[in-house]
């Protein structure tokens, strides 16, 4: 309560400074915050990920960068939404957590034990490895989805690749400029967002940023419980110092509490049928449980200084962060109000995360330039006392209590010499080190006459190499081809002690490595009108972290990597392009995904029976998974949007747009069995805008999934998650 109150207070503060409320979306459609590009141009799109401000035309990474502008018009307010703006991206929210996957790579299991495999970095530091991902983007710069293994600069937990986001900087000598923007749909849906930068003095400004949001739950729910609404509110505030012309010094503080409800979803196997339920109906459900909530609140401050010698020109740079989260989860977790089965789930989760990374960053000029750069990071994640997996409620209920931290550093530097002809040689390399710990006591009430009562003192540790070499060719200002050899690792973990099994805690499992080998070539075409991508790419994955049940114990199940390599490679394409009045973008990917021979039970159809993962043998109930997909690895993805101005009398614009994405279907465990509901159908998502443009004001109908396209979003046994259903409305814009 502390916490929220304090949040309130500062946005009453802000409203009183700006002279008006402002906040923000999460889930609606909204006029652009960002002053838009000339219609007849495309404006160049930069990106920071090597720790410098570079071309993303003229630079060997595979990305696609969204300005505001960009995520306004494609209805993108939270990290969810970027699948549909992104080729081979998927997230599958939980609602709890989010499965962040790029090209197959990520977190292929839903679970606590191991970290992701695509890292959230926010203004310069690496966020919550896996909860707390509902922050929603409000009055950002840019978001940088980075594909493939980040191992140089990203570090650890980017397999997959990596998402940057970056929010507004306060302007000095920017005047007060800001913006208001409120917006209201179906369910109820209001937001409120705005912004103000304020001129403090010749070296000195502020920005505010605040953002609110209350909708009503998309579920009719009967039984015990009821629908809960959503109500989400942000704040942040930017502070900017450049004391002397070789200072830059930037504070950022950003607080959150969202308040989602509670998450609920369906049974996958009808319990009357036995059958996967039909998806024609995922928003009228039924519980009992009473009381659910859904609760995450977080602070994060990021301090980041900038020295950039006279003499030398060289940058040096230095990054602190602070992140304290809180998370609060209960609920119904099989999805039916029948009195049996009766299974409901109660999770706490307190982390506090401390970083530091320092640069050292050459000037960019001559043939030769340099970075070296070293980090280092401290996670304490502790779950209180009131875990509670009930199976059913005072009958049978787990509980856990304790600690999972871990600590990482490394050092990392990368090269680039500029060769004859237009060529270009990079490379870079990062040394990590990494432990990670299990402190905890697990129980059941019901069997503590019989022994149920165990303490694991768990723990790992590690190191790793990854890097990239790039050969790069300018052919001329117009097109740009490259080759990489890219490197990435996730670290092992510790398992959690077998509560059914004597208290037996198995070995911890291994680091997973990505090795990328990559083709692409980006050019410019019709005098700059439109811009492509265009990347092929082969990854040989090593040790895929997976969850199996136990031999001889299918009711129980542990962490373990895959002995065999896995293979993944695929096609990406996209483009961006504005001719006159008309722009338009579009992207799509093809991907193949092939699991190493391992094996394992399904424990939901498999009987006993020795099944050992690396030599089995194969039976009925003891599967061969070589050569299966990858789970939450579709085929295919694409997406587009065209977008036309009209004009009108007085100088005004009216500008209609249309979005589509596709994502074709997926599996959601390693076992494909289409009859216990493994497959998640394609995800056909259609958007349109109208947008009215006069002067600094913009008012907008929007609507989203137009076809109220009903898909699952993710699995989580015994129960899945569905995605938003249709949503429209208006919003309204006033820049100043």
């Known amino acids: 309560m502390l916490f929220k109150s304090s949040l309130f207070a500062c946005a009453a503060v802000t409203a009183l400074t700006c002279g008006s409320a402002a906040v923000a979306q999460t889930s609606t459609a909204q006029a652009s915050v960002s002053d838009k590009p000339s219609p007849s141009t495309l404006t160049e799109v930069v990106v920071t990920a090597e720790r410098r401000t570079v071309n993303l035309q003229n630079t060997a990474i595979a990305a696609t960068v969204l300005t505001q502008h960009d995520l306004t018009k494609a209805g993108v307010f939270t990290q969810d939404q970027l699948q549909f703006v992104s080729p081979g991206l998927t997230v599958n929210n939980f609602g709890s957590g989010a499965d962040i996957e790029i090209r197959g790579i990520g977190k292929g299991e839903h679970n606590v034990r191991s ?55 306060p302007k000095i000598g920017g005047g007060y400029r800001g913006y208001v923007q409120g917006s209201y749909g179906n369910y109820n ?57 070789a200072w830059k010094i930037s504070l950022k503080v950003d607080g959150d509490y969202l308040n989602s409800g509670g998450y609920f979803g369906d049974p996958i196997i009808n ?22 909530y859904a609760t995450d609140q977080f602070l994060r401050a990021v301090l980041k200084i900038d020295y950039v010698d006279p003499s030398s020109g060289m940058t040096f740079r230095s990054i602190s962060g602070y992140q304290d989260g809180r998370a609060g989860y209960k609920g119904d977790i099989d999805g039916t109000a029948l009195p049996s089965p009766n299974y409901t ?66 050092a990392f530097g990368q090269v680039s010499y500029k060769l004859p002809a237009g060529f270009e040689l990079q490379a870079g390399l990062r040394y990590s080190d990494w432990d990670a710990g299990n402190f905890q006591r697990f129980y059941v009430p019901e069997l503590l006459a019989r022994g149920v009562n165990y303490y694991e003192d768990g723990k790992a540790s590690g190191s790793n190499v990854t890097g990239k070499v790039n050969l790069n060719l300018t ?16 670290p092992g973990g510790v398992n959690t002690a077998l509560y ?128 299966h997909p990858q789970t939450y690895a579709p085929d295919f993805t694409g997406n587009f949007g065209v977008y036309y101005n009209l004009h009108v009398d007085g100088g005004d ?84």
């Open 115 to 169: 970290t992701t495999g695509v890292i959230t970095y926010r203004d310069g530091v690496a966020t919550f490895p896996g909860f707390f991902q509902d922050e929603p983007y409000y009055d950002v710069a840019d978001v940088e989805v980075l594909r493939g293994p980040q191992g140089t600069f990203s570090g650890q937990n980017a397999t997959g690749g990596a998402i940057i986001v970056n929010s507004q900087d």
């Open 189 to 245: 849906d209001t937001t409120l967002q705005g912004a103000l930068n304020i001129p403090i003095s010749d070296t000195f400004a502020a920005r505010i940023a605040i953002n609110d949001e209350y909708r009503s739950s998309f579920y009719h729910i009967t039984g015990l419980s009821h629908p809960a609404d959503l109500y989400w509110s942000s704040a942040r505030l930017s502070l900017l110092w450049t004391p002397a012309p």
């Open 271 to 292: 319990p009357a049928t036995g059958k996967v339920n039909p998806t024609n109906n995922l928003y009228n459900l039924q519980t009992n449980y009473p009381h659910p």
């Open 345 to 410: 789930i109660t999770v706490a989760l307190d982390e506090h995360i401390y970083s530091q990374e320092f640069n050292i960053i050459s000037p960019d000029k001559g043939p030769f330039s340099w970075i070296v750069g070293a980090s280092y990071q401290d996670n304490q994640a502790y779950f209180p006392p009131g875990f509670d997996i009930a199976t059913p409620p005072g009958a049978l209920d787990e509980n856990s209590y304790g600690s999972a931290p871990t600590h990482t550093w490394g």
């Open 475 to 490: 052919l001329d200002r117009d097109n740009f081809l490259y080759a990489f050899v890219a490197t990435g690792a996730k």
């Open 500 to 627: 059914l099994d004597g208290g037996l805690v198995p070995p911890p499992f291994k680091q997973e490595y990505v090795t990328d080998y990559e083709l692409g070539w980006k050019a410019r075409l019709f005098d700059s009108h439109v811009r492509t991508q265009l990347g092929l790419y082969y990854s040989h994955y090593s040790d895929f972290q997976v969850v199996v049940p136990l031999a001889n114990n299918p009711a129980q199940s542990t962490e373990i990597s895959d002995p065999s390599p896995s293979k993944l490679y695929g096609i990406e394409a996209s483009a961006q392009g504005a001719f006159g009045d008309l722009s338009f973008n579009a992207s799509l990917a093809w991907e193949h995904t092939a699991l190493g021979a391992f094996h394992a039970e399904d424990n939901r159809v498999a009987k006993a029976g020795t099944c050992d993962p690396a030599t089995g043998p194969t039976t009925a109930a003891c599967i061969d998974l070589g050569g």
């Open 653 to 736: 614009l009216l500008t209609p747009g249309v979005q589509y994405s596709y994502i074709s279907g997926q599996w959601g465990t390693v076992f494909d069995n289409r009859a216990q509901g493994d497959r998640l159908a394609a995800r056909r998502i259609l958007g349109a805008t109208l947008a009215w443009t006069h002067g600094d004001f913009v008012a907008t109908l929007y609507a989203r999934n137009l076809t109220n396209d009903q898909y699952v979003s993710a699995l989580y046994a015994p129960i899945r998650f569905a995605g938003a259903p249709r949503q429209f409305g208006v919003s309204l814009l006033k820049k100043f």
